[in-house]
């Protein structure tokens, strides 16, 4: 997994590889970003879980667009937002975001597909993991997990000074 931010554009607003790391472990959600079977742009938020190497896990149903999608073109791109701060008065925003170009994989091992939803039950909802294993293993069936291995990723911040 390379963390290489030589092609951002802007220099000047370059995000540590610490804090990458830290966004990419404790955010919500990304957005999965695909070429449909049309050729066209398609892009939907999703929960994932990064397992602290060089691999993401999304869950999803074994069936539908994503999967199609998937099966036909392995690259995508996933992009995570860190904090996010409206500056409306000085007609700004101040952000981080880590954009990873990754491979998907469509996990048929039912080890892998089980640690990946520990890892999501444990990040996800951890108050509730006793509880989130009974249903995992109740849905595992019929539960799809994906894997993006991230073949490289980059990041950004915006931060503004306050005016004195």
């Given at each position: 997994?390379?963390?290489?931010?030589?092609?951002?554009r802007?220099?000047?607003?370059?995000?540590?590889?610490?804090?990458?790391?830290?966004?990419?472990?404790?955010?919500?959600?990304?957005?999965?970003?695909?070429?449909?079977?049309?050729?066209?742009?398609?892009?939907?938020?999703?929960?994932?879980?990064?397992?602290?190497?060089?691999s993401i896990?999304?869950?999803?149903?074994?069936?539908?667009?994503?999967?199609?999608?998937?099966?036909?073109?392995?690259?995508?791109?996933?992009?995570?937002?860190?904090k996010?701060?409206?500056?409306?008065?000085?007609f700004?925003?101040?952000?981080?975001?880590?954009?990873?170009?990754?491979?998907?994989?469509?996990?048929?091992?039912?080890?892998?597909?089980?640690?990946?939803?520990?890892?999501?039950?444990?990040?996800?909802?951890?108050?509730?993991?006793?509880?989130?294993?009974?249903?995992a293993?109740?849905?595992?069936?019929?539960?799809?997990?994906?894997?993006?291995?991230?073949?490289?990723?980059?990041?950004?911040?915006?931060?503004v000074?306050?005016?004195?």
């Open positions: 997994m390379k963390y290489d931010n030589s092609k951002v802007r220099q000047d607003r370059l995000l540590d590889e610490a804090r990458a790391r830290e966004i990419l472990a404790t955010a919500e959600y990304g957005i999965l970003s695909m070429i449909d079977l049309d050729g066209k742009p398609y892009g939907m938020p999703v929960n994932f879980v990064w397992d602290g190497e060089e896990y999304i869950h999803c149903a074994d069936e539908g667009k994503k999967i199609d999608i998937l099966e036909c073109h392995d690259q995508v791109s996933f992009c995570v937002v860190g996010v701060n409206l500056l409306p008065s000085q700004t925003t101040e952000y981080e975001s880590i954009i990873l170009d990754c491979e998907t994989t469509i996990c048929t091992y039912d080890e892998e597909r089980m640690h990946a939803l520990e890892l999501l039950l444990k990040k996800l909802s951890p108050n509730d993991f006793e509880i989130g294993m009974k249903y293993r109740k849905s595992f069936y019929r539960t799809c997990i994906v894997r993006l291995d991230i073949l490289s990723w980059s990041g950004k911040r915006k931060q000074r306050v005016k004195s």
